[in-house]
């Protein structure tokens, strides 16, 4: 399975009022080290089995 890594981005620095969860979704995508694609769908795993699913929208 392809790798994955996210452990440099880039965001914006405005504090907005849902920055908790931007938070939260970025250090959940930081752990994520396995990608897979699924017809329209991105899957992004990591080794303790924690998934974030990625849906195409047409």
């Known amino acids: 399975m392809p790798g994955f890594g996210a452990a440099r981005m880039g965001v914006t620095q405005r504090m907005c009022p849902q920055f908790r969860e ?3 979704f970025l250090a959940a995508l930081r752990e994520m ?3 897979e694609f699924d017809g329209n769908r ?3 795993r990591n080794e303790d089995g924690r998934e974030m699913v990625f849906v195409a929208v047409n």
């Open 42 to 44: 991105l899957v992004l």
């Open 22 to 24: 931007e938070a939260a």
């Open 33 to 35: 080290t396995i990608s």
